[in-house]
Each structure stands twice: as structure tokens, then as C-alpha cells.
């Protein structure tokens, strides 16, 4: 908070701006004197870092809030985990037990009790935010609270329940049924003499191999604004 811009101005040379312009031509050239040092460009922050600063002073005060004292050095992977699951109050996105009739209905006829979390996307965008700030205020990537295993799974297993109770499915697999007809059937066993032809004119041509099949995992999470 306290930037302490080091003005240390005392021996500034500080020659008056004299612009002579004792030359004959009629336009006045405005040298544009810059000061040593002590002027940071003023780039304003983009959305990004302003939401990451705030994220972090967010966990920031759950740490002093907490109940034995945490610090940032002895926070560990499952802190954070607790972490997320304290901002699920804060949360807007219905989650549906697996109680609830519109368990796995993306669009519910009717409200219902369940409670509302946090989106995983927004978990999963905001565990970004923080290890990158973790790490640009001194903290060590291997020791890094936010990029530790046990909270990988935790938001694997977050994305993987809110997909089956809100109805979403995050991963499209087309089963496209071609008939594909494997001629694998290898010329191995020829037992005809030394006739090597290249042999096997089979299977070359298909050339769309069946291994393109991109799992593009769009987890189409609306509404998922961070308020932190
Ligand atoms: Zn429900």
C-alpha cells in the first residue's frame, strides 16, 4: 500500500528549461525533458491483475480470520481446500444432491432447496489467479499451497460432480458409427518363398486416422462471477 516512491530529489540539477530557439526556423522544438527514475509509467492494471490483487487479499484476510492463526508459509494444499469450499457460500450456482428430483436436469421446471456453490469454473479460474499471485509475492513454486496435488483432485472432483448434478456434460463424444473395416490382418505368415512385394496394400488409405478425436471439455459455465 505504501509505495514509497524514493524521492530522493535533493541533487536534482534543476537547469532551467531554456529553449532557445535561436534558430531561424519557425518551429519550436519541445525537447521533452525526462526525469531520472522516480516516474513509473502509470499503466493502469487489467482486468486480470486487479481481480487477481483482489483474490489475494481476499485469502489474505481468511488467513488472519482463521481459527488457529494461519500464515501464508504453513498454508498447505488442503487450507486451500478449505478455502474454496468457504467461499461456496458466497457461491450462485445450484448444485443439485443427488436427493433432488432435478438431480441432472439443466434446466429446472421449478426452484428447489439446493444449495447454490460456486461454479468449478470459477474455482478453477480463481486457484489460477492466486498461484500466480502466491509466487509473484515471494512464495516459492515448489512450495506452492495452490498448485498442490490434493486440490488438482478436489477441483477435478468439483467439475466432475457439478457436471452430473446440473446436467451438463462436459465432455462430447460423438459415436459416430462408421464401419470401419480393420484390415489388420497382417501378412505375417506368408510362407511363400522370398517374394517380398511391399506386401500389404491394406489399411493405407485411410488417412483420417480414427485418433483425432479431440476431447475439447467445454464446460459451458454462465454465470460464473466471482465475487469474492
Ligand atoms: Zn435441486
Redesign the pocket.
Known sequence: MDSSSGGCGSGAPSEPPSTTTATTSPTITVTTVQPEGSSPPPAPPSRYESQKRRDWNTFLQYLQNHKPPLTLVRCSGAHVIEFLKYLDQFGKT????SG????GHPN?PAP???PLKQAWGSLDALIGRLRAAYEENGGRPESNPFGAKAVRIYLREVREGQAK?RGIPYEKKKRKRTTVTVSAVSSSGVGGGNDDSGGGNGGASDNTGGGTTATTTTNVSTATTTTV
Open positions: 445450484k448444485v443439485h444432491v433432488c428430483p432435478y438431480f429446472p428447489c432447496a439446493c448434478a
